[in-house]
Nanobody
Framework: EVQLVESGGGLVQPGGSLRLSCVAS????????IGWFRQAPGTEREAVSA????????YYASSVRGRFTISSDNAKNTVYLQMNNLRPEDTAVYYC??????????????????WGQGIQVTVSS
């Protein structure tokens, strides 16, 4: 059974940092790549960042580039999203998702087969 479990969310003040973790089980890290998405109330789910399994390339949404960093620890089947200089507009439920290696690095939600349950990130003073 494939499972993706996010952790590390919470409440942080503007300018603060959080590190989200996504632990994957039920598949090998060679077969799937992980992406991070977020969804705020009343908005569509949007891609935040993704990492390709085929060439290691990364994708960042323009709104987070330079502030967020995606990384992976394949030995632990874990992908991280380091979020720095957080802004109130970063407030959302964050999801990690797994796409087949040939689709990994994509920013299209429909190319991801498996999703975590989501974790709340709130940026507020």
């Amino acid at each position: 059974e494939v499972q993706l479990v996010e952790s590390g969310g919470g409440l942080v003040q503007p300018g603060g940092s959080l590190r989200l973790s996504c632990v994957a089980s039920g598949f090998t890290s060679d077969d799937y790549g992980i992406g991070w998405f977020r969804q705020a109330p009343g908005t569509e789910r949007e891609a935040v960042s993704a990492i390709s399994r085929t060439d290691g390339s990364t994708y960042y949404a323009s709104s987070v580039r330079g502030r967020f960093t995606i990384s992976s620890d394949n030995a632990k089947n874990t992908v991280y999203l380091q979020m720095n200089n957080l802004r109130p507009e970063d407030t959302a439920v964050y999801y990690c998702a797994a796409a087949p290696a040939y689709n990994s690095g994509s920013y299209y939600p429909y190319e991801y087969d498996y999703w975590g349950q989501g974790i709340q990130v709130t940026v507020s003073s």
